[in-house]
């Protein structure tokens, strides 16, 4: 006899806060600035976060020991390198396509993803985001509208 084991949906849920940040910063100049106002200490993962074959996004994490939680940082969109198609006019020259983590968000350029129970800090952190320097904006994503959820359980 054959046993079936089911995983629902509702219990492989996580509590996580999610922030979209908007700058025109490279990566680890995003994670730079985060570390030097945040006292954070954000660091690249070996690999990058593939969710399909050549599409892989940049992630930084960092594990909160003291306040016992885990930060995720992530840019939201991926570019990727495509041959020309044969009939094309520049058939030799290699076509730019974006894809995006969120697809929804399209206009955000990272997500800050915070893992646990939400709390009262949330609006501090918003304003500490949003008076860095080269951050255009910062602001708070509710995460239980997001069509693409999925993309963010790493």
């Not at 570390?35 to 990058?48: A, C, Y």
């Not at 495509?82 to 697809?103: C, D, Q, R, V, W």
Request: proline fraction near 3%.
């Amino acid at each position: 006899m054959a046993v079936t084991h089911r995983i629902l949906d509702d219990l492989s849920e996580e509590s996580f806060s999610l922030f979209a940040i908007h700058s025109t910063l490279e990566d680890y100049a995003v994670v730079y600035a985060l570390n030097r106002h945040l006292k954070s200490r954000f660091q690249r993962l070996r690999t990058d976060l593939d969710i399909d074959k050549g599409i892989s996004f940049p992630i930084f994490e960092w594990k909160d020991v003291s306040n016992d939680r885990y930060w995720t940082l992530i840019s939201n969109s991926c570019r990727k390198a495509e041959a020309g198609k044969i009939n094309e006019l520049f058939n030799n020259e290699p076509s730019i396509t974006t894809y995006h983590l969120i697809p929804e968000y399209r206009e955000v350029d990272y997500f800050l993803k915070r893992e646990g129970e939400p709390d009262e800090g949330e609006e501090l952190l918003l304003k500490l985001l949003s008076g860095i320097p080269k951050f255009i904006t910062a602001y708070a994503i509710d995460t239980d509208k997001l069509k693409s959820k999925k993309n963010l359980i790493f």
